[in-house]
C-alpha cells in the first residue's frame, strides 16, 4: 500500500547470459519452514507436526505482495534473498505457494493529476511493473515461478511443484480519463491483471478513497467513469478490489457488479477502528455478494491507537499540513513532497512527543491476525474469508514478517483448532473460488449479443 517511487528500465533487454538459480533452490528446501521455538511439551510437538504437514499440503496464496522495479535486473532480481519481505528464496523457505505481485500506484496529488500528463505518467509506470513480473517468471526465474492467468492455472503450476505469480492492480488511477479507461481495462486484462482496486490513498477519477473519512468526498462514491469501469471488468473477468475505496463506493459497486467481488487485504473493523478496515454491515454484504475479504497482516489494520493518540496525530497532520496520501507516521520513512528537511526533523521531533505520551499499542502477531479472522469467521462464515499479507507495502507483524514465516499463520490456525479443509479454504480455497466465478460471469458477458 505504500508510495514506492520506481525508476524506469528500458523494456528492451540483452539477454546475455542464463541466470543461474539451481544454487538457491538446493540450499533453501521446501522443508525449511520458519521454526517456532523449542517446546518440551508432546501435545506441542504433536501439534507443530500436525500443522507442518497441513502446511504442506494446503496452497497458500497470499493476494497482495508489493513490488519495486529495481528488482528485476540480472544483477538484482527477486531470485535472490534480497531484504524484501517477499523473494523466491523466502516463499521457498516459508512455503508460500502463490503471490498477487502488485501493480501499484499512488494517487499523485501534483497540479495535473487528472490531466493528460498526470495520467501518462501513472500508466508507463504501470506498464513497467507489468512487464518487470512478466521478466520475472520469463526470463530471471522461469524454472522457478510461472505466471497464471486463471483459478486452474495456479492449481496447475502449483501442481508441477513451482511457485505462482499473478497480478493484482492496486489504484486504477493509470487508466486515464474517459478516452483511454474503459479500453484499458481490457489491455490491463491481457497483460494478466486479475483484480484491482478503483482508488488508494486519495480520490481517483473513478472512487473516492476510504481517506476521505478524514478529508472528504469527491464522489460520494462511485464516479460515473467509474461505475462504467465496474461493468468493464466485470465483461473481461477482472476481480474488483475494494479494499482501499470507501463505504459507499463499495456498497455501489454492489449494486452494480454481476460477479463477487474481493477485499485483497482488509481487517475487521470492529476490532481495530480504522477506515481501511471493513465494518459489520460491510462484512454482511460481502457474504450476500459471494465475495471474500482477505485479512491482512499490517501492524495497524489489526491494532489501532488510542483516541487520544489518534487526537495527536491528527493536531500535528492539520499543524504541518501533510498531503492526504501521506500518514503522520509516514514521515519515518523518509522525505516527504511538500515537506521541508527543516519541518520534518521538527515534525519527528513532535512526534516523539506524542509517543512519549501516548504510546503506539504494541506490535500486532500472529495472534492478533487470527483474531480477526476469528471475528470474520463466525460473523460471515469460513467460505469468506482470507489471507494476505501487504509485504513490501507496509505489512509485516511479529511471527509474520517476511514470505520465510509463513508457516507461522498455519501453525496459529492449527492452534485454534481450525480443519486441514478449512484452512485449505482460507489459504487459497476461497480467493480462487471468487476468481472462477468472475471468470464464468465474464464468459456469459461475451458471450452477449
Not at 497458500?60 to 531484504?83: K, P, V, W
Amino acid at each position: 500500500m505504500r508510495q514506492v517511487t520506481h525508476r524506469k528500465l528500458p523494456i528492451a533487454l540483452v539477454i546475455s547470459a542464463l541466470f543461474v538459480t539451481s544454487a538457491i533452490s538446493a540450499a533453501i528446501s521446501s522443508d525449511s519452514y520458519a521454526q517456532p521455538p523449542a517446546k518440551t511439551s508432546s501435545a506441542e510437538e504433536a501439534l507443530v507436526s500436525k500443522a507442518k504437514g497441513i502446511h504442506k499440503r494446503v496452497l497458500t496464496l497470499d493476494t497482495h505482495n508489493d513490488i519495486d522495479i529495481n528488482n528485476f535486473g540480472f544483477s538484482r532480481n527477486y531470485a535472490q534473498d534480497l531484504e524484501n519481505q517477499v523473494t523466491l528464496p523466502k516463499m521457498i523457505a516459508g512455503g508460500l505457494d502463490a503471490s498477487f505481485f502488485i501493480v501499484y500506484t499512488g494517487q499523485s496529488t501534483e497540479a495535473d493529476a487528472f490531466e493528460p500528463a498526470g495520467y501518462k505518467r501513472a500508466y508507463d509506470s504501470a506498464i513497467n511493473l507489468f512487464e518487470g513480473i512478466h521478466r520475472m517468471t520469463t526470463v530471471l526465474a522461469p524454472t522457478q515461478i510461472e505466471f497464471a492467468r486463471s483459478a486452474d492455472d495456479v492449481r496447475r503450476i502449483y501442481a508441477k511443484g513451482k511457485k505462482v505469480a499473478l497480478i493484482g492492480v492496486e489504484n486504477a488511477y493509470p487508466l486515464g480519463d474517459e478516452k483511454f479507461a474503459l479500453k484499458r481495462v481490457k489491455q490491463f486484462y491481457e497483460r494478466g491483471a486479475r483484480y484491482m482496486s478503483l482508488a488508494h490513498q486519495g480520490h481517483s477519477q473513478l472512487s473516492d478513497s476510504n481517506t476521505g473519512e478524514a478529508i472528504g468526498w469527491k464522489w460520494n462514491g462511485l464516479s460515473p467513469l467509474g461505475k462504467q469501469v465496474i461493468a468493464e471488468m466485470n465483461k473481461w473477468g477482472i476481480m474488483v478490489d475494494v479494499s482501499h475505496p470507501s463505504k459507499e463506493s463499495m456498497m455501489q459497486t454492489l449494486a452494480i457488479t454481476k460477479a463477487p467481488i474481493i477485499a485483497s487485504h482488509s481487517s475487521v473493523r470492529a476490532l481495530c477502528d480504522v477506515s481501511r478496515n471493513m465494518d459489520d454491515e460491510q462484512l454482511l454484504a460481502l457474504k450476500a455478494n459471494n465475495g471474500v475479504i482477505q485479512i491482512v497482516g499490517f501492524n495497524a489494520y489489526l491494532k489501532t491507537d488510542s483516541a487520544e493518540r489518534r487526537v495527536a496525530l491528527k493536531a500535528l497532520r492539520d499543524e504541518f499540513k501533510l498531503p492526504d496520501n501521506v500518514s503522520v507516521q509516514g514521515v519515518r520513512r523518509g522525505p516527504v513532497g511538500g515537506v521541508s528537511e527543516e519541518q520534518r526533523a521538527t515534525l519527528l521531533k513532535r512526534l516523539s512527543e506524542v509517543d512519549a505520551k501516548f504510546p503506539p499499542p504494541t506490535r500486532a502477531t500472529v495472534k492478533d491476525l487470527v483474531d480477526h479472522i476469528d471475528y470474520a469467521v463466525k460473523k460471515i462464515g469460513i467460505d469468506h474469508v482470507g489471507i494476505s499479507s501487504d509485504f513490501d507495502g507496509g505489512g509485516g507483524i511479529d511471527g509474520w514478517n517476511h514470505a520465510g514465516e509463513t508457516f507461522n499463520v498455519t501453525l496459529e490456525l492449527v492452534r485454534r483448532g481450525y480443519t486441514e479443509a478449512q484452512i485449505g479454504k482460507m489459504w487459497s480455497g476461497n480467493l480462487l473460488r471468487v476468481m472462477a466465478d468472475v471468470e464464468k460471469v465474464a464468459k456469459e458477458l461475451q458471450a452477449q449479443k
